[in-house]
């Protein structure tokens, strides 16, 4: 069977969009997602992007999301851009969409060629929200986590989806792949964990890596960066109502921490390039 797709990247946050608007997500979609993703073996992504038709009345669009290993996941920042700008370009000519996702419904507006803002929602850091055990209530911020014999200092924020951010003093000397799988499957967090490290270079400028749950080391992360963004904040490092921007392996995002603890994120979208597979 032939499978028409289109490869797009959001700060090298790259997936495969499907048009699931008509046909509906394939019966198949966690095999695909594994076999689809697999670099240099195949057309290669952190995952499958299903754009189906929308649930929330006056939405443009709905965004699924399947991990490189085939699980679904509820949100993805980068995501959710390049789909607004796949409605944009195939018929959906609109300077603000509203996408429905995993964690509802999202407002994305357009800001120049390639270049969209999405209001990313609320932020918590109450353990119910991640969900985390063994960590009290809540906030969560800056508390103790052993991982494998080391104890680190972490702020846990939900986003819609999970996550664990930690300061380090030099994030490009981790060796992600060694202390990656381990903060993901903590038993802390029973749905397992998308883990940011991050870097502080000034109170406005961070650099991050991030280990995403499912798929392993991504070269950006759009919740991840909010969480971050808004785990500092927390911290008292990161001023809230300005731009903090953030330096990812694939690029730059730009957050801010509004009024009622909610994020604005602005960033790429970008065509790759469009084609059929076999599957």
Not at 222 to 235: D, I, P, Q, R
Request: net charge negative.
């Amino acid at each position: 069977m032939k499978l028409s797709f289109t490869k797009m990247q959001g700060c090298a946050n790259d997936y495969i969009y499907l048009d699931c608007r008509e046909s509906g997500v394939p019966e198949n979609i966690a095999a695909l997602s594994q076999d689809l993703s697999r670099r240099h073996f195949s057309i290669g992504a952190d995952g499958i992007i299903c754009i189906c038709a929308p649930v929330t009345a006056g939405a443009d669009g709905r965004m699924r999301i399947f991990n490189a290993d085939g699980s679904e996941a509820q949100m993805c920042g980068n995501g959710v851009r390049c789909v607004a700008e796949w409605l944009y370009t195939h018929g959906t000519a609109k300077e603000t969409l509203v996408v429905d996702t995993g964690s509802g419904p999202k407002t994305i507006t357009r800001k120049g060629r390639q270049l969209w803002q999405v209001e990313m929602g609320g932020y918590s850091a109450m353990a119910a929200a991640l969900p985390a055990v063994n960590m009290g209530e809540g906030p969560l911020v800056d508390c103790p986590l052993t991982v494998e014999g080391r104890t680190w200092r972490v702020a846990c924020i939900s986003v819609g989806n999970p996550h664990c951010v930690t300061v380090v003093d030099d994030v490009d000397s981790l060796k992600l792949e060694d202390i990656g799988p381990a903060f993901e499957k903590h038993p802390n967090f029973p749905e397992r964990i998308n883990t940011e490290f991050v870097q502080v270079v000034d109170s406005t400028h961070l650099k991050m890596r991030v280990w995403e749950r499912g798929s392993g080391e991504t070269w950006a992360c759009g919740t991840g960066t909010c969480a971050t963004v808004a785990a500092l904040t927390e911290l008292g490092v990161c001023p809230a109502g300005e731009d903090v921007h953030v330096q990812l392996r694939g690029g730059e995002l730009i957050i801010r921490v509004l009024p009622g603890k909610k994020l604005l994120m602005t960033g790429s979208a970008v065509t790759v390039c469009e084609g059929v597979t076999e599957v």
